[in-house]
């Protein structure tokens, strides 16, 4: 047995700690598990997305694999204006998550709803919002898409039907479950999906959002990005069912559990939430294991975990397999990989570009979009 801590891929089993053994035994314990086994896991994972390759069309593969390296190289970039002090407040990266919301987006239709934690600036790319409006968010510039007042936690555009950047841990379920009220009574087809962090799954809106989508019939898809910390707090630390996928029992709620390394693994299960949703208003609840390879925000000095356990969930970077096992299938060659890096940097250089030339919000904007009238400050 390694004593490398990592968590596999794959919901919890029957090697688990009994519950009736303290936290602290139960930290010590869940993540340690065999490297040969955790390989043979990987192998398996590698197969099963290769065969998802095989079904699946070159274009559409290059234009997910296209979105993932923008959202690393938009995420590279904002750590990069973070430390020179352009961007301030705070600033939470999606390095490592990237799968989750390019394959999500890909089984949605336009005109679905998206919210988010504040962790959104991949969820906001994915959905078609622009790097440049994005990035001058995070400047906290005027040319950003919530004016440079909301910041990096509070990215915001109607136009793509993309309702946030919540910065309350849990807030945006609720509210996910009111829109989708809204479009099951407005008698649309819509779905909204909802996307949080492991750590709010014990909050009680979470659990009352659950109940009254299925009570209701709710065609919400409530996606659960597993990456094992909420902070600084191991999952073993907070959670005392550590199997998030198995909460939806509690509600009569259909739920899958999902490798969120594979951007095609979570694009075929959200596919099957959407359908579900579409045709029997039916809510889904989605964990899809992930990892966070940066802190938990830029000012994380990060001493909870090892370089190692980071290092072992890296031999599973979600763009890196992708690559892979697209140059495996023939599908790509390093040529037309570095013309997609190319056409990358570029789109990123020209949102930073963007930032950088974009005014600071006049004064006269600290009193509009605080009430639906504002009352005018130099009226007598
Ligand atoms: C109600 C509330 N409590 C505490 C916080 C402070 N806080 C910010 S992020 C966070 C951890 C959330 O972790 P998780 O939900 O797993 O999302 P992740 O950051 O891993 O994406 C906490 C406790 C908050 N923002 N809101
Ligand atoms: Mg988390």
């Known amino acids: 047995m390694s004593e490398l801590k ?13 519950l009736t053994a303290t936290i602290d035994q139960r930290a010590e314990t869940i993540d340690v598990i065999d490297p040969a086994e955790l390989r043979q896991e990987h192998e398996q994972r590698k197969e099963e997305q290769q065969e998802r390759i095989e079904d699946s069309e070159r274009e559409t593969l290059i234009k997910l694999l296209r979105q993932m ?13 973070y430390s020179l002090g352009k961007i301030g407040g705070f600033c939470h990266l999606y390095i490592g998550q990237e799968a989750v919301a390019v394959g999500a987006m890909a089984a949605l239709r336009p005109d679905d709803y998206l919210v988010t934690s504040y962790r959104d600036h991949g969820h906001a790319i994915a959905k078609g919002m622009s790097p440049d409006e994005v990035m001058a968010e995070l400047y906290g510039k005027a040319g950003g898409c919530s004016s ?24 945006q379920i609720p ?7 809204a479009t099951k009574y407005k008698d649309t087809d819509q779905v909204t999906l909802c996307f949080f962090g492991e750590a709010a799954v014990n909050q009680g809106a979470f659990h009352e959002s659950l109940n009254m989508a299925q009570l209701w019939k709710l065609p919400c898809i409530y996606i659960c990005e597993n990456n094992q910390y909420g902070m600084g707090t191991s999952l073993a630390r907070a959670m005392s069912l550590q199997d998030v996928s198995q909460k939806a029992c509690a509600y009569n709620i ?32 989605l964990e899809v294991r992930t990892y966070r390879f940066m802190g938990h925000s830029m000012s994380d000095p990060g001493n909870y975990r090892t370089r190692a356990e980071i290092e072992k969930h890296q031999e599973r970077d979600p763009v890196k397999l992708f690559t892979q096992n697209l140059k495996e299938k023939n599908l790509i060659d390093d040529n037309q990989l570095a013309d997609i890096e190319k056409s990358v940097r570029d789109e990123v250089e ?30 007598k």
């Open 175 to 181: 509210l996910a479950t009111g829109i989708a009220f």
């Open 69 to 81: 390296i923008l959202i690393r190289r938009f995420e590279e970039k904002s750590a990069e204006s």
């Open 254 to 285: 259909a739920s899958e559990f999902v490798d969120g390394m594979d951007v095609l693994a979570v694009r075929a299960a959200v596919g099957r939430a959407v359908e579900r949703a579409r045709e029997t208003y039916s809510p889904s609840l």
């Open 350 to 379: 020209r949102a930073v570009q963007f930032a950088d030339k974009s005014p600071e919000p006049a004064l006269e904007e600290l009193y509009t979009h605080v009430y639906a009238n504002p009352i005018k400050m130099n009226s």
């Open 6 to 18: 990592v968590t596999p891929m794959r919901p919890r089993g029957k090697d688990e700690p009994p």
């Open 148 to 171: 440079g007042k909301g910041g990096s936690m509070h990215l915001f555009d109607a136009n793509v039907n993309f309702l946030g950047g919540h910065g309350i841990v849990g807030g």
